[in-house]
């Protein structure tokens, strides 16, 4: 059935013919189809769908387009998940120490508070639970096609649909395409030479293996991002001698972490209202602390030194030795890589079977890690904690979708600039929706941009429905408009007034750009995904 549906697009044409701006100055290249692939053109016709709205993830962000479907009306949507089950993030991700990092009330979706959570910041497994709880009680779970991986999707511009090629050689025919693959979820290995060489265990923190004892071991860890920040002092009490391999250190507030008793569970449970104001309370402080002072950098400089004191106090208070306190002290800004939160990461190098390592790291061999000054350290276990591929090609999106004339989504993005429209949609790529796409994060959480992404997805489809359209395309003037937007305040964020270069965030693209952050609030993103004009589309 595949290859009666598949003709490979020639793409080196599509990019000559369809590329046309001059991008070094920030324009935003012209991808309309060219004549030859105008809609007005067709002759449009209902071939045998398969479902009219496909999703792709059941991560949080499929689960939430798939409610939000629901409630808007639309019933015929498959969400096609590669893995045996749900949950995404919080189904690959069971390392040892495993948490949210912001608050539990606020890393939750608005209309479905839990008030089960057993802490302030919630343990892994509450998280998937969670995602369990959700996908059932709204009847996501009935929707989900389980070990259908998605490696291509193709628009059909005669027919108007998009032809998602899955690993299996099925072919299954939509109207809509939802990606909803999440942001981190792929794993990166770090480029180490001698890395086939290590005769010893090598474990990946997003697929811990749960039967490998670390007791009595010599482990090193390479990697101090957030997952670092909480495996580490949950396996330092266990192991013989642990080695911390430190690129560049993160900056820690204070986690403000306790168990939450039980009766005010039981509070929250029979007056959700004390619940909300709770969540709201902690949104506005996360949005302060990771959002306002990096997003209004320039123009609140005082509030990132405010909290680079304070992360600095926390440190001074918990680490006695005046140099490992410098080596464990960022020289970037605030903001520049995600901070953390914790109240025993720093007192885990205190021990004596803990050492922090900050010289480069010159190979792996079959016996352990040598670093640039000759050294070599004995371990038996290497764990990857070099976090995931994020706005990179291969990831966003992680699969290949064809759009008119054969142009490649993923090669356009890498050769012309991460950009989309309102973070969701890219002309030339009609009837394609983004959760996760360029600019679309901000605000409190994880949920926030999902809730968004998906009310802007089904705005459109609505309006297509009420108008009896069956194709939905961003127009190019509102696309470019909003990416120059974008790039104009994208200079008041500390990624360009904070000395930034020195992070190796993965919040920077290859292009330069940090296009996982929008520069704006989340007040703004609500509001936006809600009021933005539907003539912005083309209906068709």
Same mark, same amino acid.
């Given at each position: 059935?595949?290859?009666?549906?598949?003709?490979?697009?020639?793409?080196?044409?599509?990019?000559?013919?369809?590329?046309?701006?001059?991008?070094?100055?920030?324009?935003?290249?012209?991808?309309?189809?060219?004549?030859?692939?105008?809609?007005?053109?067709?002759?449009? &016709? !209902?071939?045998?769908?398969?479902?009219?709205?496909?999703?792709?993830?059941?991560?949080?962000?499929?689960?939430?387009?798939?409610?939000?479907?629901?409630?808007?009306?639309?019933? !015929?949507?498959?969400?096609?998940?590669?893995?045996?089950?749900?949950?995404?993030?919080? @189904?690959?991700?069971?390392?040892?120490?495993?948490?949210? !990092?912001?608050?539990?009330?606020?890393?939750?979706?608005?209309?479905?508070?839990?008030?089960?959570?057993?802490?302030?910041?919630?343990?892994?497994?509450?998280?998937?639970?969670?995602?369990?709880?959700?996908?059932?009680?709204?009847?996501?779970?009935?929707?989900?096609?389980? &070990?259908?991986?998605?490696?291509?999707?193709?628009?059909?511009?005669? %027919?108007?649909?998009?032809?998602?090629?899955?690993?299996?050689?099925?072919?299954?025919?939509?109207?809509?395409?939802?990606?909803?693959?999440?942001?981190?979820?792929?794993?990166?290995?770090?480029?180490?030479?001698?890395?086939?060489?290590?005769?010893?265990?090598?474990?990946?923190?997003?697929?811990?293996? &749960?039967?490998?004892?670390?007791?009595?071991?010599?482990? %090193?860890?390479?990697?101090?991002?957030?997952?670092?920040?909480?495996?580490?002092?949950?396996?330092?009490?266990?192991?013989?001698?642990?080695?911390?391999?430190? @690129?560049?250190?993160? =900056?820690?507030?204070?986690?403000?972490?306790?168990?939450?008793?039980?009766?005010?569970?039981?509070?929250?449970?029979?007056?959700?209202?004390?619940?909300?104001?709770?969540?709201?309370?902690?949104?506005?402080?996360?949005?302060?602390?990771?959002?306002?002072?990096?997003?209004?950098?320039?123009?609140?400089?005082?509030?990132?030194?405010?909290? /680079?004191?304070?992360?600095?106090?926390?440190?001074? %208070?918990?680490? @006695?030795?005046? /140099?490992?306190?410098?080596?464990?002290?960022?020289?970037?800004?605030?903001?520049?890589?995600?901070?953390?939160?914790?109240?025993?990461?720093?007192?885990?190098?205190?021990?004596?079977?803990? /050492?922090?390592?900050?010289?480069?790291?010159?190979?792996?061999?079959?016996?352990?890690?040598?670093?640039? !000054?000759?050294?070599?350290?004995?371990?038996?276990?290497?764990?990857?904690?070099?976090?995931?591929?994020?706005?990179?090609?291969?990831?966003?999106?992680?699969?290949?979708?064809?759009?008119?004339?054969?142009?490649?989504?993923?090669?356009?993005?890498?050769?012309?600039?991460?950009?989309?429209?309102?973070?969701?949609?890219?002309?030339?790529?009609?009837?394609?929706?983004?959760?996760?796409?360029?600019?679309?994060?901000?605000?409190?959480?994880?949920?926030?941009?999902?809730?968004?992404?998906?009310?802007?997805?089904?705005?459109?489809?609505?309006? %297509?429905?009420?108008?009896?359209?069956?194709?939905?395309?961003?127009?190019?003037?509102?696309?470019?408009?909003?990416?120059?937007?974008?790039?104009?305040?994208?200079?008041?964020?500390?990624?360009?007034?904070?000395?930034?270069?020195?992070?190796?965030?993965?919040?920077?693209?290859?292009?330069?750009?940090?296009?996982?952050? @929008?520069?704006?609030?989340?007040?703004?993103?609500? =509001?936006?995904?809600?009021?933005?004009?539907?003539?912005?589309?083309?209906?068709?």
């Amino acid at each position: 059935m595949g290859s009666n549906f598949w003709r490979r697009p020639n793409v080196l044409y599509a990019m000559a013919s369809a590329m046309r701006l001059d991008t070094r100055k920030g324009a935003s290249p012209d991808i309309r189809p060219t004549p030859n692939f105008s809609p007005a053109s067709r002759v449009m &016709h !209902d071939p045998a769908l398969t479902c009219e709205i496909a999703v792709v993830g059941a991560g949080f962000s499929g689960i939430g387009a798939g409610i939000r479907l629901k409630q808007a009306g639309f019933h !015929d949507f498959a969400i096609f998940e590669q893995a045996g089950d749900l949950g995404g993030t919080w @189904r690959d991700n069971t390392y040892p120490g495993i948490a949210v !990092d912001i608050t539990s009330f606020t890393y939750s979706f608005s209309f479905e508070p839990n008030p089960d959570w057993s802490r302030v910041f919630a343990p892994g497994h509450e998280l998937k639970a969670y995602a369990d709880h959700c996908a059932d009680k709204y009847g996501v779970r009935g929707h989900i096609r389980f &070990h259908t991986r998605i490696v291509r999707a193709v628009f059909d511009s005669d %027919a108007g649909v998009w032809r998602l090629h899955s690993g299996d050689n099925e072919v299954i025919v939509a109207r809509y395409l939802i990606s909803a693959c999440g942001g981190l979820t792929q794993p990166k290995v770090p480029d180490i030479a001698g890395l086939g060489s290590f005769a010893g265990k090598v474990v990946h923190t997003a697929r811990w293996d &749960h039967a490998h004892d670390l007791s009595g071991r010599r482990v %090193a860890i390479i990697g101090t991002g957030a997952t670092s920040v909480q495996l580490t002092p949950a396996i330092a009490p266990l192991v013989e001698r642990l080695f911390v391999f430190q @690129r560049t250190p993160i =900056w820690i507030l204070s986690k403000p972490d306790a168990e939450i008793p039980a009766a005010l569970r039981t509070l929250f449970r029979y007056l959700p209202l004390t619940q909300t104001s709770v969540r709201a309370a902690t949104s506005l402080l996360t949005e302060i602390i990771m959002t306002f002072g990096i997003v209004y950098n320039r123009q609140l400089p005082w509030l990132v030194r405010g909290l /680079e004191r304070i992360c600095l106090n926390h440190l001074n %208070a918990q680490v @006695r030795d005046a /140099e490992l306190r410098r080596k464990l002290t960022p020289s970037y800004g605030f903001g520049c890589k995600r901070p953390s939160f914790s109240k025993d990461y720093f007192p885990a190098f205190n021990r004596a079977n803990v /050492e922090l390592v900050t010289d480069r790291i010159d190979r792996m061999t079959p016996g352990g890690i040598r670093t640039v !000054d000759g050294r070599e350290r004995t371990v038996d276990t290497l764990i990857l904690a070099t976090g995931f591929k994020v706005f990179e090609k291969g990831n966003t999106p992680p699969f290949e979708v064809y759009g008119r004339g054969g142009i490649e989504l993923g090669d356009f993005w890498d050769r012309h600039r991460y950009q989309a429209y309102e973070g969701a949609t890219v002309p030339g790529f009609p009837n394609a929706f983004m959760v996760l796409g360029p600019y679309a994060t901000t605000g409190s959480s994880w949920f926030s941009m999902v809730e968004a992404q998906t009310t802007h997805a089904v705005r459109c489809l609505s309006e %297509a429905r009420r108008r009896g359209a069956r194709v939905i395309e961003i127009r190019q003037e509102p696309h470019d408009a909003f990416f120059q937007d974008i790039l104009r305040r994208q200079k008041n964020t500390v990624f360009f007034n904070n000395n930034c270069a020195r992070a190796n965030s993965y919040y920077f693209d290859r292009h330069g750009d940090a296009p996982f952050l @929008r520069p704006a609030s989340g007040a703004e993103l609500w =509001w936006r995904c809600r009021t933005f004009d539907l003539d912005h589309y083309q209906f068709s």
